[in-house]
């Protein structure tokens, strides 16, 4: 079993109806690291918190998604 713990970027712009440029000028986090997390790469804690504070998130867990991958043999 493989558990990935990811920031959903595409599933955040599309309930906001934002694009990844208005995420970037309201968070204040550059467009390429934005990409970076939208392809479901880590994000640190700190960004985490950029975003959610930005989007006026008071729970930034609410932010994360969870995909758990069962591998067959």
């Known amino acids: ?10 599933k955040i ?6 694009t990844l440029s208005q995420l970037s000028d309201k968070t204040g986090i550059d467009k390429g690291n934005l ?11 700190k960004t985490l918190n950029k975003i959610a504070s930005a989007l006026g ?8 998604s969870v995909k758990v991958k069962i591998k067959q043999n």
Not at 1 to 10: A, G, L, R, S, W
Not at 13 to 18: A, E, K, V
């Open 1 to 10: 079993m493989c558990v990935e713990i990811y920031v959903d970027i595409e």
């Open 13 to 18: 712009l599309q309930s906001r109806g934002m």
């Open 35 to 45: 990409s970076r997390i939208k392809s479901k790469k880590p994000i640190t804690f």
């Open 57 to 64: 998130e008071e729970d930034p867990m609410s932010l994360i």
